[in-house]
């Protein structure tokens, strides 16, 4: 940064996602997520720096040059829906003529005809509407900008997924038939999904397991459907976040998240946390699928 000041974006960040899992990534605007999402793609700024391993099969993304993530990742091995669809559409060029270009690049299909008729197949798999394919992306909603992003996401049956935000602007509807496809797009041939949102709602239909990020860490990581059920997360945040909801006890978390440049010492958490003691100045670590000095447990939810 300016006067040589770093940031950890994202630290110490270990999970893994198999195949025909689905991995739900949450936690508030600015913790970390989508970072986390670039890194693997190489599509962090010139001024970025990363540490550690992501293995794709037996490629280390991290380590991967631009040509080789240029050439043979993105697209064909991971598909990434992006967070701002409308940057990443080519203004100037009808979804389409993208849709045909990315099919042909993808699957090899030549042919007038068959072009056509791919691209309208990818559109319907998105509930992308066929009357809308020769528009420009400056004539669609944000929500038909959204649903062109994941049609061409899927096209090239990626590997892996990586959704970032994929319901943004869509209506309740939409927002089911998206993630019904993208559990699809997974069942169907052991594909994995790593899954970036605050729609909580839509976590909990798609996912099979859910890691929560906090100012840059993971502070749990647990199966959803312990998650969202009678025992619920043991980190004070996730279960904040769950107690937040319109349908639970729509009760806010009190303060806000602490900035990346000036996290505080120990727990970042603490300042908005009721079970903060004096062990609390010490960072927690990722112990037991929590980081946390004082979880709840099963003993606590019963009480």
């Known amino acids: 940064m300016p006067g040589g000041r770093r940031i950890a974006a994202v630290t110490d960040a270990h999970f893994d996602v198999t195949a025909g899992e689905c991995l739900a990534l949450i936690g508030e605007s600015g913790c970390g997520k989508s970072v986390l999402a670039s890194a693997l793609l190489g599509l962090l700024p010139a001024n970025a720096q990363t540490a550690g391993e992501a293995h794709l099969a037996d490629l280390d993304l991290l380590a991967a040059d631009e040509r080789t993530l240029a050439r043979t990742v993105r697209g064909r091995r ?81 590997p892996l997924l990586l959704a970032d935000e994929p319901t943004t602007g869509l209506d309740r509807d939409l927002v089911d038939h998206t993630v019904d496809e993208l559990r699809r797009h997974v069942d169907t041939a052991d594909r994995a999904l790593l899954m970036i949102t605050h729609d909580l709602a839509a976590a909990e239909r798609i996912a099979d397991r859910v890691a929560v990020m906090y100012a840059g860490r993971i502070v749990e990581l647990t199966d ?80």
């Open 78 to 158: 991971i598909g990434l829906i992006p967070q701002s669809p409308a940057a990443h559409l080519t203004p100037v060029r009808t979804i389409r003529s993208q849709l045909e270009e990315t099919v042909a690049a993808l699957r090899g299909v030549q042919g007038r005809k068959a072009l056509r008729a791919a691209a309208e197949e990818a559109a319907e798999r998105a509930a992308f509407p066929a009357d809308h394919l020769d528009r420009h992306p400056h004539e669609l909603s944000g929500g038909l900008a959204q649903r062109a992003a994941t049609a061409l996401a899927l096209v090239g049956d990626a």
């Open 224 to 303: 959803a459907a312990a998650f969202f059920g009678e025992t619920g997360p043991r980190h004070p945040y996730s279960r904040g976040l769950l107690a937040a909801l319109p349908d639970r006890a729509f009760t806010p978390i009190p303060g806000m998240p602490p900035e990346l440049g000036a996290l505080p010492d120990g727990c970042a958490f603490a300042a908005r946390c009721d079970r903060t003691t004096a062990a609390c100045t010490a960072v927690p670590h990722l112990t037991d699928a929590v980081a946390c000095h004082h979880p709840h447990v099963p003993e606590d939810i019963r009480a």
